[in-house]
């Protein structure tokens, strides 16, 4: 996963349902760097809660991504961040070069 | 393989598969030793019993020298012996950061001891370990479901010889210990069907470590999250700067910043980040034999007042009374 445009990372999740999976695993896969490039809000609800995960990610550029993790696998989400991840990476060579 | 032994095809053929003389000449011969009547075992001594396997080494489900059953044991025997464990998420420690943390623990934890120098000191058997999640999931449910049939008494092992352990491995008997440990086929068979059972499963994914206590002791829990998952609204203050430099570290707080506290298991119960706080918050022994000695001596005190009162409001009536007569005495 491109993550070097990510400016914002919240999640909240119970890791006691199976949903969870795909926020922990989003947060396991930054770099170890992480906190120094972007802001990382991470917060784990109690095990009897009845209150839905979620996970929002900024970029640089302004652009907000909201998943939803009872419905996104780790997969669908990796996808669609690169997929942004990519124009950006394409636009900054173009006004690189 | 055939070319490199420089066989042709048909001999090899004829070679694999017996030729019809040779099939007719194996089944006279199965005849003839059907036909004719056992041999008297007085002429011939029966061969001893192969050894399928050395006594040490007892047949297990996995090969015993790949690394996950020996994690698989580790973890077993962890999971048996530990009544409190915390479970984490670590999102990409690094080592210097690992270093860093289990440092600051092991300071945190001896301080403990040194407060608390009637109960055993934990610093040193206290650990914070990184896990295989898929392994441990499987050792937690042979810790938690498994239960090995006891071993038979000695009458009983004498009684049927055949189940002894060198003669054969094809039929197991359950009664055997050696075919009953953790990594054992019978053991694998009994828990299969509680997979997914465990209402810890659901965290067993992702990156984990382990933190594991050899007794529950609140104080020194309480230590080590105010380490590891610092929270200051839940009475868990992270240690200040003057008390622990080292804790103010840049590779401890970006440790630590990458930990997180998923649940735990605490004398076989489930538990979540509340119950974790819940246990740290509770006072220990020291604190509960503090709480009945002051409640104790409260009773005291009340029962000394209570015995008091009768006899001191006596005496305030009696002087009351003289004061009175005293006073109508100096009229008169």
Same mark, same amino acid.
């Given at each position: ?97 | ?25 194996? $089944?006279?011969?199965? $005849? !003839? ?11 011939? $001594? ?19 020298? *790949? ?55 934990? !610093? ?104 590891? !998952? ?5 009475? *868990?203050? !992270? ?50 034999? $503090? ?42």
């Amino acid at each position: 996963m491109i993550t070097k445009h990510l400016s914002e990372v919240t999640t909240k999740f119970n890791p006691f349902s199976k949903q969870a999976k795909t926020c922990r695993i989003f947060l396991a896969t930054l770099p170890a760097n992480a906190r120094q490039t972007m802001k990382i809000n991470s917060k784990v609800l109690p095990r009897d809660t009845d209150a839905k995960s979620e996970l929002k990610i900024k970029f640089k550029d302004g652009r907000e991504m909201q998943f939803d993790p009872d419905k996104h696998s780790i997969k669908d989400v990796a996808e669609e961040v690169d997929r942004h991840s990519r124009v950006l990476n394409r636009q900054a060579e173009l006004a690189g070069s | 393989m055939s070319p490199r032994l420089g066989i042709c095809r048909d001999c090899l053929r004829k070679i694999r598969s017996p030729s019809s003389s040779t099939k007719r000449y194996l $089944a006279a011969a199965a $005849a !003839a030793t059907a036909t004719t009547p056992a041999a008297p075992p007085s002429f011939e $001594a029966q061969p001893p019993p192969i050894a399928r396997f050395p006594r040490t080494q007892p047949p297990s489900h996995k090969p015993p020298e *790949f690394r996950k059953s020996q994690l698989h044991r580790q973890y077993t025997s962890l999971l048996r012996s530990t009544p409190l464990l915390l479970l984490f998420q670590h999102s990409n420690l690094k080592s210097q950061e690992w270093v860093s943390i289990r440092r600051e623990l092991s300071i945190a934890l001896s301080k403990v001891d040194e407060t608390y120098p009637q109960t055993p000191p934990l !610093a040193d058997s206290t650990k914070l370990q990184i896990i295989q999640a898929g392994i441990f999931e499987s050792a937690l449910r042979i810790a938690e479901y498994y239960k090995p049939p006891p071993p038979p008494s000695p009458g009983d092992s004498l009684a049927t010889p055949s189940s002894s352990p060198e003669s054969t491995n094809a039929t197991p008997d359950p009664s055997n210990p050696i075919f009953t440990h953790a990594l054992s086929r019978h053991a694998h068979d009994a828990v299969y069907k509680f997979k997914n059972a465990h209402p810890l499963t659901p965290l067993l994914s992702g990156p984990l470590a382990v933190l594991t206590f050899p007794t529950v002791s609140p104080p020194h829990l309480k230590a080590a999250l105010s380490i590891l !998952a610092p929270d200051k609204q839940a009475g *868990f203050p !992270a240690p200040t700067r003057r008390a622990s430099p080292g804790y103010y570290d840049g590779a401890v707080q970006a440790g630590v910043a990458k930990m997180m506290l998923l649940g735990a298991r605490v004398e076989g119960r489930v538990l979540d980040q509340g119950g974790v706080q819940w246990v740290g918050g509770l006072e220990g022994m020291e604190g509960l034999r $503090a709480q009945l000695v002051a409640l104790l001596g409260a009773a005291g005190a009340n029962l000394v007042g209570i015995l008091e009162g009768a006899g001191r409001s006596v005496w305030l009536t009696m002087e009351g009374r003289r004061g009175l007569l005293e006073e109508e005495e100096k009229k008169e």
